[in-house]
């Protein structure tokens, strides 16, 4: 099999990957027939529960940041700076940059220096480079984001024992800022920044609600947002939405307790075969050896590992649940 015909073959497995990945990554039909359902019972239900719970999910649709809808390279470019803000660590996109490609190139040169196929250390070198920074990064954020949802809660009702005892609004969230520690002092400490350089109070909470993409939080900007427009009391809704919120939080964690067997059970199966394949080259490397050299060992390797992607992918929309 001569470097052509390898090629060719390689192409033909990422185009059928790609495939697999827009026939997979569409929306889900389940959820989409859901979502139709819960829009016709808002638009013909005649309680007034439902109808506001419409309101509120059209205006957090709305409230997304722009530059997530935005197309073109400057709005990723924009996109990627607020997720690394998200994480709450000061990286810079250059830092963010030089470690994918330091990190792809090392890991090339190293698959390269013991194996000595060229395509297979740069698809390697590549995938690791890409993907490793990016899950990383995710992980930082989801991590982050549990903690602002824990207190997030609790902040809730320190805001309303403020309001109850007689303090403004914009000195209730300078209490928050102070008195609660972790990712929520450190939003609300923005927010009241923002205030205090002339922002709106509106604006400043859409700022920190566009860089942090919560729910929750857009929930509790939406209620302000509603009470300054129609009035009524702010502490007896803030109090309400913080007993939603715990009630969500409780349901995220049933939800977990549900989907753990079928999450470890994805893990397990996702990472044997590279658990037995390194212990195999570990023990007899001349056995298994032949995969970094044999033409034909290597296109079954890559399409052994697009299959294992593409289920992958599969178990984790399984356990993946909207709530």
């Known amino acids: 099999m001569n470097m052509i015909q390898l090629m060719v073959i390689v192409v033909g497995l990422l185009t ?26 808002y638009r013909h239900s005649e309680s007034t529960d439902a109808k506001v719970e419409s309101q509120l999910k059209k205006a957090i649709a709305a409230r997304r940041p722009k530059a997530r809808r935005a197309a073109g390279s400057s709005s990723r470019i924009e996109a990627l700076a607020i997720r690394l803000d998200r994480t709450g660590k000061k990286w810079t ?7 994918s490609l330091g990190l792809g ?10 194996s000595g196929a060229f395509l297979l250390a740069l698809g390697v070198g ?19 984001t549990n903690k602002f949802n824990v207190k997030f809660a609790d902040a809730i009702e320190l805001l309303v024992r403020g ?30 920044e923002r205030i205090k350089i002339g922002r709106t109070m509106e604006d400043a909470l859409q700022a920190t609600a566009d860089k942090l993409s919560i729910p929750e939080f857009n929930f509790f900007c939406i209620t302000l947002a509603i009470q300054r427009e129609t009035g009524g009391n ?21 939800i977990k307790a549900m989907s753990s067997e079928s999450k470890a059970s994805a893990y397990i199966v996702g990472a044997l075969p590279f658990i037995v394949f390194g212990l195999i080259l570990w023990i007899n490397p001349g056995y298994i050896g032949k995969f970094f050299t044999d033409d034909r060992l290597v296109v079954i390797g890559l399409g052994g590992l697009t299959w294992m992607g593409i289920g992958c992918f599969i178990m984790a929309k399984m356990v993946s649940f909207e709530i």
């Open 16 to 41: 059928v990957s790609g495939l697999g990945y827009m026939a997979f990554a569409g929306p889900s039909m389940g959820k989409a027939g859901q979502r139709r359902i819960q829009q016709i019972r």
């Open 93 to 99: 996109l250059s830092q963010y940059a030089y470690t």
């Open 105 to 114: 190139l090392v890991v090339a040169l190293l698959i390269f220096l013991k």
């Open 126 to 144: 590549v995938l690791i480079g890409a993907g490793l920074p990016h899950m990383v990064v995710n992980s930082m954020i989801k991590r982050r």
């Open 163 to 192: 309001l109850r005892s007689g303090l403004p609004v914009t000195e209730t969230l300078s209490v928050v800022a102070t008195e609660v520690d972790g990712p929520v002092g450190e939003e609300f400490k923005g927010v009241v």
């Open 234 to 254: 702010l502490a007896e809704t803030l109090s309400n939405l913080a007993d939603v919120l715990r009630k969500r939080s409780q349901m995220k964690l049933k």
